[in-house]
């Protein structure tokens, strides 16, 4: 199934998401971000949505923007970030700061080679902290991008990539769901 197609599944009442599915992945829709970096935010997105389809239709519709490897930048940030959101969502919503003094023991070694440019690995891992709702890891992220003087309308455009592509799953899987439902009620 191509991303055209996931789109044009989508309900009516999802006629926003429609809209800004094809906004955010251009760049005229996301400001500040060039095609590669658009590219390797809207794959790690797709995978920390968690919708298979959607995933295989956003790296096709990106497959001749990226290399394999800035490719599997993205998957490197939706996975390293899949295992640290949830450690450091529960380091800080857990109210404990003896927690977040211990050492993390968590390997992370590719955050120091990511196989895409570093900026743009920071720019997946904070589009996935958005999806993921790990609110240390965005903070870290986005200081990390001001340091480095990404702006602030690159760092938005990030996000929203992030935010459009999970609502697209969520809705897309939501009336996969209910299809088999109508039709047995008609």
Sequence with gaps: MTLEQIRDQLPDYAKDLRLNLDAVLSESGSPGLAPKQIAIIAIASAI????????????????????????????AAASIMAMNNIYYRFTHLVGNEEYAKLRAGLR??????????????????????????CGMCMESHEKTLQKHGVAAQAIQ????????LHAVAVTAEQALAAAPALAAAA
């Excluded at 923007?65 to 800035?70: D, H, K, M, P």
């Excluded at 455009?157 to 459009?164: D, E, K, N, Y």
Aim: charged share 20%; hydrophobic share 50%; glycine share 4%.
């Design 157 to 164: 455009s990030a996000v929203r990539i992030a935010a459009v």
């Design 48 to 75: 920390s949505a968690r919708h298979e389809a959607l995933t295989r239709a956003v790296s096709e519709k990106f497959a001749a923007t990226l290399s394999e490897a800035e490719a599997n930048g993205a998957r």
């Design 108 to 133: 992370m070694n590719v955050m120091a080679n990511p196989g895409c440019d570093k900026l743009d690995f920071e720019l997946a891992s904070l589009a996935v902290s958005a999806v993921n709702g």
